[in-house]
């Protein structure tokens, strides 16, 4: 089993930067794939970014651009996205999730275990 908890998320205005973090516990995640989706109001759950255990990442171009950027610390346990020049249509839950394999990234029913998500506001 693995606990995923985040956090840093906030209220922002556009153009503005924030940190979010998703720490792990029950389990190494040198051997998961880590990932970030998100979920705005009204819409389903939509893939952001995810880091390999390989250790190779990618992240969803069509709706962030080269704006986030995932990384992880197997020291800490804990994954991070850096959000940049943030928009108002970034505003959603952003949720931590982790499997075991690294295919499938953008399948959210393939991934296992999730965090409770931490809210992303940006006003414009």
């Known amino acids: 089993q693995v606990q995923l908890v985040e956090s840093g998320g906030g209220s922002v205005q556009a153009g503005g930067s924030l940190r979010l973090s998703c720490a792990a516990s029950?389990?190494?995640?040198?051997?998961?794939?880590l990932a970030w989706f998100r979920q705005a109001p009204g819409k389903e759950v939509d893939f952001v970014a995810a880091s390999m255990w390989s250790g190779s990442s990618t992240s969803n171009a069509d709706s962030v651009e080269n704006r986030f950027t995932i990384s992880r610390d197997n020291a800490k346990n804990t994954i991070y996205l850096q959000v940049t020049s943030l928009k108002p249509e970034d505003t959603a839950l952003y949720y931590c999730?982790?499997?075991?394999?690294?295919?499938?990234?953008?399948?959210?029913?393939?991934?296992?275990?999730w965090g409770q998500g931490t809210q992303v506001t940006v006003s414009s």
């Open positions: 999730a982790a499997k075991s394999t690294d295919f499938d990234l953008q399948v959210v029913g393939s991934y296992p275990y």
């Open positions: 029950g389990r190494a995640i040198r051997t998961y794939t």
